[in-house]
């Protein structure tokens, strides 16, 4: 079990803002995740529908695709960030 | 080293902080204000944040501003929620014993913030239409002439 957070246009498309998940253990990367959560429904297909503009964290750390999420507590998906 | 950051929906005073930043020892202040421009059709700014994550990159960004310049002190104030054209958004200083690194390390600060802390920023235009804004090459390209 573990939390993802949506931010900005991600959670605007998705529609919620946190949520608990169980993926499988096979979903073992932040790459695998996502085309996990992408077959959830409409709203997640368009979130993620091009991945050059979506970010990841782990537990709170920048993290590439290839990123582990074994253990994991917390993930969060957000656009490239644009504050300042 | 004093190490201040904050992030909050509330202003801040920029003398007063950078009053804060005159500690001893400190022969230069540099800053930086950012402010919602005031373009064409704005009504306002509403900026979101990641609470913890944001607080710890940003964290992050000034100590290797810390680690990088002699610094006495270093202070970030972002601001968060509803903000209209002429708010502050954004308060970044750095003090030091001589200018270089003073200003250096400002210019190094707000260049991080712009690419590695995560907030967002939607336009809500006088239309009633909206829009995230789009992360810019340019902002990427400024911070890694750091690096």
Sequence with gaps: MMQVLYFAWLREKIG????????????????????????????????????????????????????????????????????? | MMLRVVIQEADFDAGAELARLNLPGVGGVGSFIGVVRDSGGLKALQLEHYPGMTERAVTKIAEQAA???????????????????????????????HREAALQATAFLIDWLKTSAPFWKREDFCSGESAWVLARDADEAAAKLWV
């Design chain 1, 16 to 84: 919620v803002a946190v949520e608990n998940i169980a993926p499988p253990p096979e979903v073992d990367n932040v790459a695998a995740l996502v085309d996990w959560l992408r077959a959830r429904g409409p709203g997640y297909a368009a979130a993620f529908a091009d991945e050059k503009l979506v970010r990841c964290a782990v537990d709170q750390e920048f993290a590439t695709p290839d990123a582990a999420i074994a253990g994991a507590t917390e993930i969060a998906f957000f656009p490239p960030v644009t504050g300042g």
């Design chain 2, 67 to 97: 680690a990088r310049w002699p610094l006495l002190g270093g202070t970030v104030i972002h601001r968060v929620g509803h903000l209209a054209p002429g708010e502050n958004i954004v308060f970044v200083g750095a003090a030091s014993a």
